[in-house]
C-alpha cells in the first residue's frame, strides 16, 4: 500500500510540473500578442 501511495504522488508531482510548462507558454502567447498588437496601432 506504501507504494501506491508513492506512485500516486509521483504522478501528482509530475502532473503539477507539466501544468507549470504548460501556464508559461500560454502565458508567454499572450505576452506576444498582446506586443504585436501594440506595435499594430502605434
Known amino acids: 500500500m506504501k ?3 508513492q506512485a500516486v504522488a509521483i504522478l501528482a508531482v509530475a502532473m503539477v510540473l507539466a501544468s507549470c ?3 508559461q507558454g500560454v502565458g508567454r502567447d499572450i505576452t ?3 506586443e504585436f498588437l501594440e506595435d499594430i496601432t502605434s
Open 3 to 5: 507504494k501506491l501511495w
Open 21 to 23: 510548462n504548460t501556464i
Open 32 to 34: 506576444r500578442a498582446g
